[in-house]
């Protein structure tokens, strides 16, 4: 990692083997079409010597391990959200769209073609490419502006990606934020732009 940039999360759903390990939430839920895990839980033997359970306990119900590394620019003005399943990017508005607009400034173009190159790398047939505003403006609004700055950030990526890459686009508006809308700094995290998809290979090791 560069001095440039922080980690700032690891963890999230887990499970042990006597009971349930109470863990934070993330501030939103993830917006439908979100990929969830499809791993099936781990096989265990309650039986086991190994377990060494006391007399009387029983295991909890397993669960699957999933794994959650976010890491930030300085700026915050990319994120990068890696999981067993899928990998997101969190694009902030003010880089890639003049204010209230959804014409792509010249800058844009190199952070998409970026995460065009991560796509193709990982080889990844399915793309989602979501919009989301703060909660200035009226409701309508948000969806119209969200919704555009998705699609301009499709047709971009669209280019260097394999013709036959499904795509799911859509604009959310205020909903589901990634931090608090009663400031600005929390307003402009959300104004973003996410571009998520699947994993085909395992996420990098933490160091």
Known sequence: MTTTSR???VLLVASVALGPLVVPVAYADDPPGSAASASAP???DSESPGLM???GATLAAAKVLDI?????DEGGEQRRQDTNVDVTFALQAEVLFPKNSAKLGAPAHARIAAI???INKLGSGRVRVFGFTDNLGTYEHGLKLS???AVAVQQVLARSLDPGTTFDIRGYSEDYPIADNGSEEGRKKNRRVE???PRTTPPP???
């Open 195 to 197: 571009i998520s998809f």
């Open 205 to 207: 090791a933490t160091p």
């Open 53 to 55: 359970l006391p007399d």
């Open 116 to 118: 065009a190159a991560e």
């Open 68 to 72: 959650k590394q976010i890491v930030e």
């Open 147 to 149: 919704k555009e700055r």
């Open 42 to 44: 781990p096989v265990i």
């Open 7 to 9: 980690r700032l999360a």
